[in-house]
């Protein structure tokens, strides 16, 4: 564990370096919210959280009126299944 809270060697990775960045693009990498905060992350290098930069993963909220759209067309879907669940399957 000394040997992982010393850094590893290389150039330029300094203050970004904690142990979870050791575990950096593998599956097991988990960001560390904090780090890029005004007030930084506060337990530096010792976080198990990356300090590296990452991707994010999630797709961004579709506008309003898409949602009120969506949530419509589910409405009429299921009005027509409750009326007429047959002809609602050999549709699909």
Known sequence: VVELLAGPEIPGLGDFW???????????????HYVHTTSGCLNGATCEFCHLPHAKKTRPRP??????Q???????????????????????
């Open 18 to 32: 904690s142990v979870g960045t050791a575990a950096h693009g593998t599956s097991a990498c988990r960001p560390c």
């Open 70 to 92: 969506t949530r419509r067309f589910g409405t009429v879907l299921e009005e027509v299944y409750a009326q007429q669940p047959q002809r609602f399957l050999l549709a699909m």
């Open 63 to 68: 506008c309003k009126s898409r949602r009120v």
